[in-house]
Structures are given as structure tokens and as C-alpha cells.
């Protein structure tokens, strides 16, 4: 130190040898992929931490994200003030879940859930916790951007939940040089009893283990009601490329948001089969921008499905959103009446064995399909019968409105019944 003194600060936070290799490591980007209670968590607040207390800038800025701003306090906030309380100086915001150094450095943290509160700020670290749950916008939109002129460093954390974006970066880091990447097996590690492990294993579907403590990307998202139906649409190449037939008029299945998100699905019934040629979704835009964006495709429209919600008068316009969307140029809207989101599922189920979807351009719309799940509850430890509204409900609510809404030309038939006095 300039005025000689040593000042040495005894962290209580001993690296467990197999998160020595992150801590260790050169690589701006990093994945680590860990069996519950690894310590992920710790281990990554721990390596924000030593940059925060190391670093020659006086205005450094670090950020801890889970996917909602109630977990990452109640995941995190307790671990901070644990490893930094030894730290002569610190000081805790507990309303702003912020932890200040005494050399200008800063590390809080955040919910995606609120991803815009990041947005126009810069940082130069990052860790993204159960990035699976997140929705992928935050990454792209908001905090890439955010690490971008100070060359920020970023890692993404978290247990495996299907075929998701998680699964993308896991892949990415692998063969990426700039990206370090870490799988930490509970069968490998020895981190936990291996009777606690197999008393687990007793107790959980072979999914749900192999999820949970075998880091298995391919095991169904527990809880998600439509994982296994697009494991096997990707498995009978399904997901592929689908192109416009001009012969055939393109319905579209809206998801209106107010305040969130709006999700529409562009579709072709194809005799038996849909195909699912195009997605687009996007919060924050008026009704005329989504107008816009379908009179850039050069498509014929056969009609367009609209929820039951579409009818209701907004109190700035005393019109529905029917109504403006119809003086916007939209012809031959359908609506859809309320019916039990339980039949809409059920309706969803039954319609996708017949789908065809286009890999690049419903990307975000499969990804919304696939990580579509029941809400679970913490207090009795079991899914409750209801989704969980997060990032993934606004394209599964339009699919669902189009398996309710789509023709009747194209809505499977019942086999006919068997006259009277005919043998089956």
C-alpha cells in the first residue's frame, strides 16, 4: 500500500477444488453446468468479489442477476454480507441490494424479471444465475451491451431445464476459445453423500434426477407441459426448414400484452399438417408496429386469431384493440372465447403432433413452447395446477389461442360413427 501498511483481509470463503479451474481462469466468458448444491452460487459471488476488491478502477461495477429480483435476495443477499462483512469500510444498501467497497467499487443485484432497470448502465462483471429461467432478451438486449466498452467479463450459472438457451451457451463455451466451460456431475464430484444421492433417486422421477444432479440437457423440463411433445418434434425433424407456400393463405395466432409482451404465431394448414413458418414478438410497441411488421412479409392472409381479451374497451380510446387493429389495415379477425386454459393446453397437446415449425424464424416462439411450465410452490414443495406467467408464457398463449381458433377446414375430424345395425 501507498502509506506502507499492509492491509490484508481475511475473506471466510475457502474455493472448493472444483471451482479452482474458474477461479483461475483467463477466459473473458465462462459456463459452469452444476448439480444442486454445488456451491455455484457462492463460488461466483465470491470471484465478483476478489475483481471488485482488486481491481485500479475506482468505478467498478458489478452485477449479480437471477431470474427474479425476490430470488436474487433471497439467494444472495444473505451469501454478500456473509463474505463481505469482514471488509473494513464496506457498506450495505439493503433497499438497493448493493454492496460498496471502500475503493469505489460496487457488486448488486438484480431480477431479469426487470431486466430494463439495467439497461443504459455499464458493468464490468457480470453472473447470470439459472440463466435457464431468464428471458434470453436480457442477455442480448440489455447486458451484453452494458459490458461492452469496458470489455466486462460475464458468467452464466446453472442447473439444466431442457432443450433452452442455457443448453445454447452451455454448447457455445464449449468449443469457444474465449469462453471457459465447467460440468460439475453430483456422480463426479463427490460433493454430496452418495446415500443422500441415492435416497434422491428413490424419491424423483429419472428425469428429474437426471436433471437436477446429472446436469442432463436432453431430460424434459419438470413441469413443462409440452417438453416431451417438442423432444420428439426435434427428434422426427420437425424443426427444420419451412418454407411460404404461395399456394396457401397464412393465418396468424395473437398473444396481446399491455404492459408485457405481444406473441404472434404465422401459420399454414397445409391439408393434415401446420406449418409454422414465421414468430414474432416483442413488448413495449403499439398495435401499428405489429401491423408493420406482418405487411413486410409478402404473404396472402387467410385471416387472423385474436384472444377473447381483444374486445375489451381501453379507457384512453374507447375502443377495443379489435377495432384498432382492424382500422390498422387487419382484415378478417376471428376471435377466440374465453375457455379454461386447462382445455387450450389439452388443445395444444392434440395439434402439434401435425406441426411443422421453422428452426430459425419460431426460434424464440419453440423456445417459449418448450420452457412453458406449471408454477411450483416452494411452501408445499409440489406444481400447482396453474402456468407460471414468466417470459415463456406470451408465445405459448398464442399457440394455445391458435389451436383454439385455427379454421375448421383444418381442425382434425372425428372418425364418423358407425351406423346402426353395422359391424364395427
Not at 7 to 36: E, G, K, T
Not at 238 to 260: E, N
Not at 278 to 293: F, P
Request: aromatic share 12%.
Amino acid at each position: 500500500m501507498a502509506d506502507g501498511y499492509d492491509r490484508r483481509v481475511i475473506i471466510p470463503y475457502a474455493p472448493r477444488l472444483q471451482f479452482r479451474s474458474y477461479h483461475n481462469r483467463r477466459q473473458r466468458f465462462s459456463c459452469l453446468v452444476c448439480h444442486r448444491r454445488a456451491g455455484k452460487t457462492v463460488a461466483t459471488l465470491n470471484d465478483m468479489q476478489k475483481r471488485a476488491l482488486t481491481t485500479e478502477r475506482p468505478d467498478y461495477r458489478a452485477a449479480y442477476v437471477a431470474p427474479y429480483y425476490a430470488q436474487a435476495k433471497d439467494v444472495a443477499w444473505d451469501y454478500m454480507k456473509k463474505y463481505a462483512s469482514p471488509i473494513p469500510g464496506v457498506a450495505f444498501n439493503e433497499s438497493e441490494l448493493r454492496v460498496d467497497y471502500p475503493n469505489g467499487a460496487r457488486l448488486r443485484l438484480y431480477g431479469a424479471d426487470n431486466y430494463d432497470r439495467l439497461r443504459g448502465i455499464y458493468l464490468d462483471d457480470v453472473t447470470l444465475d439459472e440463466y435457464g429461467d431468464m428471458d434470453p432478451r436480457a442477455w442480448s438486449e440489455v447486458i451484453r451491451p452494458a459490458l461492452a466498452d469496458r470489455q466486462g467479463t460475464a458468467t452464466f450459472i446453472g442447473t439444466p431445464k431442457g432443450d433452452n438457451h442455457f443448453r445454447e451457451v452451455n454448447e457455445r463455451s464449449k468449443d469457444d476459445p474465449e469462453w471457459f466451460h465447467l460440468t460439475l456431475k453430483a456422480s463426479q464430484t463427490m460433493l454430496i453423500a452418495p446415500a443422500e444421492l441415492e435416497a434422491a433417486r428413490r424419491e424423483m422421477t429419472p428425469d428429474q434426477y437426471n436433471q437436477e444432479f446429472e446436469c442432463d440437457f436432453t431430460a424434459a423440463l419438470v413441469g413443462a407441459y409440452y417438453g416431451k411433445d417438442m423432444n420428439a418434434l426435434d427428434a422426427q425433424g420437425r424443426m427444420t426448414g419451412v418454407p411460404y407456400d404461395r399456394a396457401v393463405p397464412v393465418w396468424t395466432a395473437w398473444d396481446l400484452g399491455i404492459d408485457d409482451s405481444t406473441a404472434i404465431w404465422l401459420a399454414q394448414f397445409v391439408g393434415r399438417e401446420i406449418h409454422l413458418i414465421d414468430y414474432i414478438e416483442a413488448s413495449g410497441e403499439a398495435l401499428d408496429y405489429y401491423v408493420s411488421e406482418l405487411n413486410k412479409r409478402s404473404y396472402v392472409w387467410g385471416g387472423h386469431i385474436l384472444p377473447h381479451d381483444a374486445e375489451a374497451k381501453e379507457l384512453g380510446t374507447g375502443k377495443t384493440r379489435t377495432e384498432t387493429l382492424k382500422s390498422l389495415g387487419l382484415g378478417n379477425v376471428k376471435i377466440v372465447p374465453a375457455q379454461r386454459v386447462e382445455d387450450g393446453i389439452n388443445a395444444v397437446r392434440m395439434l402439434l403432433p401435425r406441426c411443422w415449425f421453422d428452426r430459425a424464424a419460431t426460434k424464440r416462439g419453440v423456445d417459449a413452447l418448450r420452457n412453458y411450465c406449471r408454477e411450483f410452490d416452494d411452501k408445499t414443495k409440489a406444481f400447482r395446477l396453474k402456468p407460471l406467467h414468466n417470459w415463456a408464457s406470451h408465445g405459448a398463449d398464442a399457440f394455445r389461442y391458435l389451436a383454439l381458433g385455427m379454421p375448421k377446414a383444418a381442425q382434425p375430424q372425428p372418425a364418423p360413427r358407425p351406423r346402426y345395425g353395422t359391424m364395427a
